[in-house]
Structure formats: C-alpha cells, structure tokens
Nanobody, 113 residues
Framework: QVQLQESGPGLVKPSQTLSLTCTVSGGSITTNDYYWSWIRQPPGKGLEWMARIAYSGNTYYNPSLKSRTSIFRDTSKNQITLQLMYVTPEDTAVYYC???????WGQGTQVKW
C-alpha cells in the first residue's frame, strides 16, 4: 500500500522560502499514471490545490501560486518537494501530499507563522 509522509519546518519567518518534502513508500513515484499533488488548508478555510508532478516528471501549478511555487522530485529517494517563496501569514496552513485520484493522502504537516 502506498504511504505518504510529509515533513517540513513547522515554523516560518517572513519572506522565507518554505520547503516541504513528501516521502513515498510502498510504491514508486514514477509509477505510470500517478500524479503527486500538494494541497493546503488554511485555518477555517477549504482545501487549495497548489501544484502536482506527474509520474513522467511533468509539472502543473495553480495559476494563483505559480510565481512563488516550485515542485520537483528526487527519484532516488522517492520524494516530492514543494518550495513556496516569500511566505506571508496567509501561507499558514496544513500542507498535504496526495495522489488525489488514487486516494492516497499523507497526514499533513502544519506550517505556522
């Protein structure tokens, strides 16, 4: 069974670059037809899709975040990394790694200002 585990700094400071890592076990991130997304949920708000990277390495971004966001992978470590630049208090949220359509989610990692 595929398992996802997010990791991150927990606390961020103004204008820092936030770096979050999703470590995948039980399957390869290059498995055909798997798309790995980052989604976040600010306090009291709904889910916001941020970016995804395909099994092929192709990347897709939420237009509203594209200028500040980068998603990439390390196939040797089976990890997906999201970087979010110039963080502000509005970036406070729980950040999730997920396959969406395949139904696999990590437990989420809290990022606070």
């Amino acid at each position: 069974q595929v398992q996802l585990q997010e990791s991150g700094p927990g606390l961020v400071k103004p204008s820092q670059t936030l770096s979050l890592t999703c470590t995948v076990s039980g399957g390869s991130i290059t498995t055909n037809d798997y798309y790995w997304s980052w989604i976040r949920q600010p306090p009291g708000k709904g889910l916001e899709w941020m970016a995804r990277i395909a099994y092929s390495g192709n990347t897709y971004y939420n237009p509203s975040l594209k200028s500040r966001t980068s998603i990439f992978r390390d196939t040797s470590k089976n990890q997906i990394t999201l970087q979010l630049m110039y963080v502000t208090p509005e970036d406070t949220a729980v950040y999730y790694c997920t396959t969406l359509g395949k139904g696999y989610w990590g437990q989420g990692t809290q990022v606070k200002w």
